[in-house]
């Protein structure tokens, strides 16, 4: 019996058996050349802060894009828009958030042309966001962000986070970054005591903890933008500026 040892080719630019179409942006070509992956990020941004309250969910990060320890870019939004009914921030390497955001900007358009009436909602943003996550971890290459995603929809507001592992969850308030340590507390503080907070108190909060965390973390700035989702829409507003007192900063001791 003859033995064809020539490659079947099933049909036409389409993935050999077993294999799956590639992500947009990755390479087709496996074993060509060195090993491209993000090991360390380079331009990254601190936290990003989100609560819900009454009628909607409010979104904030500053400004600041840091190359290592050094204060670089110093006007960079990490708030987006998704569509009129969601509203994503990251924190993490820049570059990664930018592709993320291309990739998601493309698909609302995608979406948008098919003229059906329907379009993404947050719950489904964020559940794929956990795949896509969830698949860059996997083959060692991950999308080196934490994200937060806000949104109202149906009547019901939403609030998840996503990190660079997938590992996801949804919370009546959320912080990324050193936020985690320093924001979420004083924002638990707040809304155990008051559950339903208005669109205003929840403003007040945001920019409590978005101060607290210009006088503590070392790569947070003093200029940020909020994100406010509403049954009447979205609205990205900024950059704002809080007000500083650094009277007592002489007193602070033990850190040189």
């Known amino acids: 019996m003859e033995v064809c040892n020539r490659k079947m080719n099933l049909w036409a630019n389409g993935p050999s058996p077993g294999e799956l179409y590639s992500f947009p942006g990755s390479t087709s070509c496996v074993g060509v050349g060195p090993v491209k992956t993000t090991l360390n990020p380079m331009v990254t941004g601190t936290s990003v802060l989100g609560v819900k309250f009454n009628g909607g969910v409010m979104i904030a990060a500053d400004m600041l894009g840091s190359y290592g320890s050094l204060a670089r870019f110093r006007s960079i939004s990490r708030l ?17 958030y930018q592709y993320l955001k ?17 379009h993404y909602s947050p719950k489904a943003m964020h559940s794929w966001l956990t795949r896509v996550m969830y698949n860059r971890r996997t083959r060692m290459n991950p999308l080196w962000n934490t994200v937060v995603l806000g949104g109202f929809y149906n009547g ?3 609030l998840g986070y996503v990190d660079k592992l997938g590992v996801a969850y949804e919370s009546p308030s959320i912080a990324t970054g050193f936020g985690a340590y320093l924001a979420q507390p004083l924002m638990r503080e707040v809304m155990e005591t008051k559950p339903d907070l208005s669109r205003d108190e929840a403003r007040q909060l945001i920019e409590r903890c978005l101060k607290v965390l210009y006088y503590r973390d070392a790569r947070s700035y003093n200029k940020f933008e909020i994100a406010t989702v509403t049954e009447g829409g979205v609205e990205i507003e900024g950059p704002f500026s809080s007000e500083t007192n650094w009277d007592i900063a002489h007193m602070v001791s033990g850190f040189e």
């Open 80 to 96: 987006m828009k998704v569509n009129d009914c969601t509203i994503l921030g990251a924190s993490g390497d820049y570059a990664d």
């Open 102 to 118: 291309q990739v998601i900007e493309q698909m609302v358009i995608d979406e948008e042309l098919l003229g059906d009436g329907h």
């Open 156 to 158: 019901e507001s939403f």
